[in-house]
């Protein structure tokens, strides 16, 4: 898992992204795969996931793929992750949302997360948290919309996931579920947390 350095990162241009394990499993070949080493297929594809790992799409909530928005993530070498894993979607159109986007994640990122039944207290591994990109404020939500950063810096104790979207990469800080960072070459972005979203009625 990469650290990252300290260094200032310029945006470059409007960047078109949207919205528990310390390290993301490699379901092609079952190790944890390691962010510094070369990518040999990075095209996303189906792999032969071990069953419950989170490349094993079988086991995914059904239908979530084909009713997402087009964004899947995979791990370092390609292999694509469970919705469940990673969740990434545009706001509503017919809400006037289209603008945001948000990706529900644990943290750290990489676990396989699932909804609070009744009187039931999910670990921290398991709980699902959704990360905000609206520049445009189409929310209403002032606070998520202030605290977006879309010219961050990378904190020198950030940490790859190993989540990768083409050439997007999520990052975070160990033990601060407050925002996550999306990555792509040298331009770094900071979603922040918000887990009371409105819903589109």
């Known amino acids: 898992m990469r650290t990252a350095h300290t260094y200032p990162l310029r945006v470059a241009g409007a960047l ?3 919205a528990g394990t310390l390290s993301v499993l490699s379901a092609c070949g ?37 009713a997402a928005s087009g964004r899947f993530w995979t791990t370092t ?4 992750v469970r919705m469940d894993v990673v969740a990434d979607h545009s706001g509503p159109d017919h809400c ?4 945001a986007r948000y990706m529900v994640v644990t943290h750290p990122p990489g676990g396989i997360w699932r909804q609070e039944r009744a009187n ?16 445009d404020g189409v929310y209403n939500r002032p606070d998520t919309t202030r605290l977006l950063d ?12 190993g989540l990768r979207r ?16 999306v990555k ?18």
């Open 150 to 161: 879309l010219d961050a810096t990378l904190p020198s104790n950030a940490k790859d996931s």
């Open 120 to 135: 039931e207290r999910l670990a921290e591994s398991a709980r699902p948290h959704h990360y905000v990109r609206d520049p």
């Open 30 to 66: 079952g190790n944890a795969p390691s962010p510094e080493q070369p990518v040999a297929d990075p095209r996303p594809h189906r792999c032969a996931g071990a069953s419950g790992s989170i490349t094993d799409l079988s086991a995914e909530p059904p239908a979530w793929r084909s």
């Open 16 to 18: 078109a992204v949207a």
């Open 166 to 181: 083409g050439a997007e990469e999520l990052w975070f800080v160990p033990g601060d579920t407050t925002g996550v960072f």
């Open 77 to 80: 070498d390609g292999c694509l």
């Open 96 to 99: 006037g949302w289209a603008s």
């Open 184 to 201: 792509v070459e040298n331009v770094v972005e900071r979603w922040p947390l918000d887990d009371n979203l409105p819903l589109c009625e």
